[in-house]
């Protein structure tokens, strides 16, 4: 395969702007990989190498340019510097390019979701799941930007999976705030998972498209539940020269405000907890302590934490829905052993895809079985240690706990 001039000068750029050239060969991104240190042939330092020398159309073109969880280890131990998370999104892109593609779990069903809406006369019915007790509209300061977990409860039945707890329990928890949210009826994917499988010029359609629907909605402040949607809001359409004027938060950050404020006053019954820092929400966007400061125990400023945690936390084995194999069970499976380590009884979450993959890896009769431990979305964890009796409240909690 012989490589358009253009592509080449583009992956000449790509290595010079991630730095790659001031590579040590030391190894230590390797040493740190989740998918190196669980059983896969799989070297950032090796594929580095390779685009320094500029072997690019043997890369492009090996099917292992693929297997990278995205998960941000490799940079956050780096020496040198080495963005080797932004090297993966050109080559992707430019493998993409050339007729090369990974290969997508569940038949490609969500990646193909994702293009459907970049389709500007699509029409949808999102919002079936939500119940006629909470307070919501079309237009407003705060805006809560639902994701697909609608479409993730439909083609997950067999897990019993209710991603939409997570959306119940965080418009519940504002309106106990005395927030009446925005919501858009007709909200598109973020295009995350599009951007990591080289698709760029459908997840820049749909970056538009959300762009200018937030505008539209006068939102200052965008809540999100999902990590990676809140990561490409905050860090990919930022890259490709897109954004919205309105703030972007997880919702854990603003719930956090709100404790440190006393507007809202955890009490309850407390849940031992332990807490999965996702990728994206952490060594992607250094947020840490907002999630960890809902979830102490009253009067204990402790939190049982797991043996990986916070920058070196170990990811759930999946990204955007690629490769999904042994090596990724195994993932999940050391994830699992070392939240139960801890003693705790419940294994908090901050984005719906870590619930998914990390509860697919408990029903694999067999595997996971002897590993299990209820998983929830934080915001299903605070809304039952509000103070009061609210009607909301207690309407809600039965159907987001």
Not at 101 to 110: I, K
Not at 279 to 302: D, F, S, T, V
Request: charged letters at 20%; a negative charge; glycine letters at 6%.
């Amino acid at each position: 395969m012989t490589l358009p001039a253009t592509i080449h000068a583009e992956l000449q750029e790509a290595v010079a702007s991630s730095n790659a050239l001031a590579c040590l060969s030391c190894g230590k991104c390797t040493s740190v990989c989740p998918l190196a240190t669980t059983g896969r042939q799989y070297s950032p330092r090796i594929n580095v190498t390779r685009t320094i020398r500029q072997d690019y159309d043997t890369l492009l073109s090996d099917a292992d340019l693929w297997s990278c969880l995205t998960c941000q280890k490799c940079d956050a131990y780096c020496p040198a510097g080495v963005s080797y998370l932004n090297l993966m999104a050109v080559l992707r892109s430019k493998a993409r390019q050339n007729g090369f593609t990974g290969e997508c779990s569940h038949a490609g069903a969500l990646q193909s979701l994702a293009r459907l809406m970049v389709n500007p006369d699509l029409k949808q019915n999102r919002l079936d799941w939500l119940p006629e007790q909470l307070k919501t509209s079309s237009k407003g300061d705060i805006l809560y930007y639902v994701g697909c977990t609608p479409y993730f409860d439909a083609l997950f039945t067999n897990l019993n999976l209710h991603t939409t707890q997570a959306a119940v329990s965080s418009i519940a928890l504002l309106n106990e705030l005395g927030i009446v949210p925005a919501l858009m009826a007709d909200e598109r994917c973020c295009g995350h998972d599009l951007y990591w499988n080289g698709d760029v010029d459908n997840f820049r359609r749909l970056a538009e498209a959300n762009c200018a629907a937030i505008e539209n909605t006068g939102a200052k402040l965008v809540l999100f539940s999902c990590a990676e949607c809140l990561s490409a809001f905050k860090n990919l359409y930022k890259e490709h020269g897109l954004g919205v004027s309105a703030d972007l938060q997880h919702i854990s950050e603003y719930l956090a405000g709100k404790v440190d404020s006393g507007d809202l006053i955890l009490t309850g019954d407390d849940v031992m907890a332990t807490y999965h820092d996702p990728c994206r929400l952490g060594r992607h966007l250094g947020i840490y302590e907002a999630p960890r400061k809902l979830l102490k125990p009253n009067g204990n400023n402790q939190l049982p934490e797991m043996s990986q945690n916070k920058g070196r936390a170990l990811c759930c084995g999946v990204s955007a829905w690629m490769n999904c194999d042994t090596v990724s069970k195994s993932i999940q499976i050391e994830r699992l052993k070392q939240a139960r380590a801890t003693g705790a009884e419940v294994l908090a979450i901050a984005c719906p895809k870590c619930q998914i993959h990390l509860l697919c890896a408990q029903h694999d009769q067999g595997i996971g079985a002897q590993n299990a431990i209820e998983i929830r979305d934080i915001a299903t964890i605070v809304l039952g240690r509000i103070a009061g009796n609210s009607v909301v409240v207690e309407q809600i909690e039965s159907m987001a706990v």
